[in-house]
């Protein structure tokens, strides 16, 4: 049986942040740690909530190398650096995806770390996203792992924060790290969990059932299974063809799952 281990996050204990105003049509997607599939999931799931007849973005504020840029198929742009630099409003760096029918405000391969842009600019820009997310019924933000400043001060403005991890010990250790740090500083947040890369629904529901007893034995914190998303290699195959996999394989099982968990979103708004 995998531990979750419980650290003391005395790091960030007196490092505290004020938050820019909650969205609460906001829902972040966040993860302890890279390479659990986070990226293409907010694509599917942002993809998903579009054709529930939804006025979705997506926003991109994670740095990694598999960005929504690259995975979309996107051109390059400076729309997310000029906005963080205050040389144009978030509204003027949206762009829309047409085949997916949901717009996305993207950033650049070379653009540095959010966690490099200083607190109070971070700030303006949650603030200048919470009005921006006025005009949408949801609003996607992919969120880079870990627990730097700008993870914290992103998720933090969510009313929802979808923790995806996977069956594997490390994924899980990471993934009760982020909820621990979130919720001493941000006890409001809901937090909803994604368990991807599975081999059946069933091996999702034990798996959460062992992430919800550590939070429940040592934060005394409510965590709620969003629904799992099952392995299926044609994940890397939509990937590879700058699609979302909803589009290439609309009836996968992989798609399946990532529409039952929009809906309950939409259904819970």
Not at 54 to 82: H, P, R, W, Y
Not at 96 to 124: A, W
Request: net charge negative; aromatic share 6%.
């Amino acid at each position: 049986m995998v531990k979750i281990l419980t650290e003391s996050s005395s790091d960030y204990n007196n490092n505290f942040i004020q938050l820019p105003r909650k969205g609460d049509n906001i829902v972040a997607i966040a993860s302890g740690k890279n390479g659990v599939g986070r990226t293409w999931f907010a694509i599917a799931l942002t993809h998903a909530i579009s054709l529930c007849r939804k006025k979705v973005l997506l926003f991109d504020a994670d740095c990694g190398m598999d960005n929504i840029n690259t995975q979309l198929g996107l051109s390059e742009n400076d729309g997310l650096e000029s906005a963080i630099n205050g040389k144009k409003c978030l509204n003027q760096v949206v762009e829309n995806y047409d085949k997916g029918h949901f717009d996305v405000i993207s950033r650049k391969y070379d653009d540095e770390r959010l966690s490099n842009v200083p607190v109070g600019r971070l700030q303006i820009l949650g603030d200048d996203l919470c009005i921006l997310a006025d005009n949408y019924d949801k609003v996607v933000l992919d969120i880079s792992a870990g627990i730097e400043k700008d993870v914290r001060i992103l998720s933090g403005m969510a009313k929802n924060i979808i923790v995806l991890c996977t069956p594997e010990p490390s994924s899980l250790v990471e993934a009760y790290k982020y909820i621990k740090i979130m919720f001493e500083q941000y006890s409001k947040n809901e937090f909803l969990i994604v368990i991807n890369q599975v081999n059946s629904l069933q091996e999702g529901e034990r798996i959460y059932e062992l992430l919800q007893k550590a939070c429940d034995d040592f934060l005394n914190v409510s965590i709620k299974l969003l629904g799992s998303v099952r392995r299926d290699t044609r994940v890397r195959d939509a990937i590879r063809n700058k699609v979302s996999v909803i589009s290439r394989y609309p009836t996968a099982e992989v798609s399946e799952d990532v529409w039952m968990i929009a809906k309950k979103l939409v259904e819970n708004e």
